[in-house]
């Protein structure tokens, strides 16, 4: 009876984790959703694939070595596409991977923590469907593969502490280490987890204390090769600033709409955000309330949550304090927490139930059900409606308006003898692969001051434009990129002719000398 159990268990896990491979997939048919940063991760990866190694285009136009972004993520999806397939596409396969992936060992981690069936596909469901892990799937970001790395290293992590197993040390140190170089924020886990190896390690604080000391070492040995990489490459190390600043309380409160939209359909944590703050209060009294009447000490799982979760956040905290950089408690970002704070209420759930529920019926358990009920269909609703948006109309980039640019199709088309300059350089590689030139710019985005050399690149563009098949592919972009010149100001210098209108823009050439482009 055992037996069949665990295979029907098995099946059930499996079949929930090929149907929602296959939502998803059906779901981003358009290709994976792509925003700015994602443009970054694709074009690098192109680039890794043409030998050029990890460079992006910069803010004018040229390739340049890539420090604000570890490699990570970047590198798999060249591995991915060394199958064959086009960046975008190994885009697409790592993210179904990593939502299968992900799903199977948060269910894992559910199993270990409750050894309860039920909490496993439970939490397999909301590692799916949920809105937090939906929308990091249904795009080209760098969460799936970090939050897998950070769980993996967990599980390492636990056994380590549950079984003094010297070598998953080293194998939590090893997960940690990649998962800095998939996002920089992986640092914390770094930190949590040498604080936590120091605290409730080895018998002796000078065992723990080597313990600490090693995992940091190991773990710090990949993003310290990095750093040094970046500055020998760029002089830069991560390419950001540092300066102490408080932040606003408007900077703050949208982390309850985010933490809101866990559990709550977006209309109504939007429309009415104070009250939907107050039922978030509820409930994590009542989780709280719930925590202190049970036992949770049987498995090290939960408490590594708890302090996976803490670390995160107080690490993305402190950098909110001193680092330049924009940073939002968003969807995105506060994906992680997710994951641990649902393991952590169902490990806390389940122990409760299982110390209270009585085998008899009664209507007390009936609505006991029927509230767990809604509030599982309340965290799926904000999901799906994501993924019926990405169904419909693609996510970003990726949207079908982008599918049907004449000015993408024409770019990646055009014969390899025609000559483009563009004022979205990077964004027709991303899309197409297609490497084209960058018109000059008239502000040096970086100082703000005046392009010195401005007029003289505007000499060379018109000369390049003067070559045999060559034009100039002009997205409409009134207010994106303030540093460079209007069409109106290249038009009046250039001398330009609208060979081509289209809706996302025009092919232009010069005057007399434009080359034929189909009307």
């Known amino acids: 009876m055992l037996l069949q159990s665990l295979l029907g268990v098995r099946a059930a896990l499996s079949g929930l984790v090929l149907i929602e491979m296959a939502v998803l997939w059906l779901a981003t048919r358009w290709g994976i959703g792509i925003y700015t940063d994602s443009l970054v991760y694709i074009g690098a990866a192109r680039s890794i694939l043409a030998g050029?190694?990890?460079?992006?285009?910069?803010?004018i136009g040229q390739l340049s070595p890539v420090n604000h972004y570890p490699p990570g993520y970047p590198l798999l999806i060249a591995a991915f596409a060394w199958t064959g397939l086009d960046a975008l596409d190994a885009a697409r396969w790592v993210?179904?991977?990593?939502?299968?992936?992900?799903?199977?060992?948060?269910?894992?981690?559910?199993?270990?923590?409750?050894?309860?069936?039920?909490?496993m596909l439970l939490s397999a469901l909301l590692a799916l469907v949920a809105f937090p892990m939906v929308?990091?799937?249904?795009?080209?970001?760098?969460?799936?593969p970090f939050i897998f790395l950070t769980l993996l290293g967990l599980c390492f992590l636990a056994r380590y502490l549950q079984e003094r197993h010297a070598p998953s040390l080293y194998w939590f140190a090893l997960a940690v280490g990649l998962g800095c170089l998939v996002r920089y924020v992986g640092i914390a886990n770094g930190l949590t987890g040498a604080a936590v190896i120091f605290l409730h390690g080895r018998e002796g604080w000078r065992k723990r204390f080597i313990d600490a000391a090693m995992f940091s070492v190991l773990a710090a040995l990949p993003i310290v090769a990095w750093v040094v990489r970046n500055y020998l490459s760029a002089g830069n190390a991560v390419n950001r600033t540092f300066s102490f600043h408080l932040p606003a309380l408007?900077?703050?409160?949208?982390?309850?709409?985010?933490?809101?939209?866990?559990?709550?359909?977006?209309?109504?944590?939007?429309n009415a955000p104070w009250p939907a703050g107050m039922f978030l209060l509820l409930v994590f009294l009542l989780v709280c309330g719930l925590g202190r009447k049970v036992d949770l000490s049987r498995s090290w799982y939960p408490r590594l949550m708890v302090y996976c979760a803490a670390g995160y956040c107080s690490f993305l905290f402190i950098s909110l304090l001193v680092c330049d950089a924009s940073l939002y408690f968003d969807t995105r970002t506060m994906a992680l927490p997710y994951v641990a704070t649902m393991l952590v209420v169902l490990s806390i759930l389940t122990e409760w139930l299982r110390k209270n529920r009585s085998q008899e019926k009664s209507w007390r358990w009936i609505a006991c059900d029927c509230v767990v009920a809604v509030f599982l269909t309340l965290q799926m609703i904000n999901g799906v409606l994501w993924l019926q948006l990405s169904y419909a109309s693609g996510i970003g980039f990726a949207t079908d308006i982008w599918h049907h640019s004449e000015l993408l199709k024409f770019a990646k088309h055009a014969p390899a003898t025609t000559s483009i300059v563009s004022n979205a350089p990077d964004f027709i590689y991303v899309l197409t692969g297609k490497r084209t030139a960058m018109i000059p710019y008239k502000i040096d985005p970086d100082t703000g001051q005046p392009n010195k050399l401005y007029e003289q690149a505007i000499l060379a563009m018109g000369e390049q434009l003067t070559l045999p098949n060559a034009v100039f592919v002009y997205f409409n972009d009134e207010n994106g990129r303030w540093y460079l010149p209007s069409i109106k100001e290249l038009e009046t210098n250039l001398a330009l002719e609208k060979i081509k209108p289209v809706s996302d823009g025009a092919i232009y050439g010069l005057k007399r000398t434009a080359p034929a482009v189909g009307k």
């Open 250 to 270: 408007a900077d703050l409160l949208p982390t309850i709409n985010t933490v809101g939209h866990w559990l709550l359909p977006m209309s109504l944590v939007d």
């Open 135 to 144: 929308y990091i799937n249904s795009q080209a970001l760098t969460e799936p």
């Open 52 to 59: 050029d190694g990890y460079q992006y285009f910069n803010d």
């Open 95 to 119: 993210s179904l991977f990593f939502c299968a992936a992900n799903s199977l060992l948060v269910a894992y981690i559910a199993y270990r923590a409750t050894l309860s069936y039920g909490a």
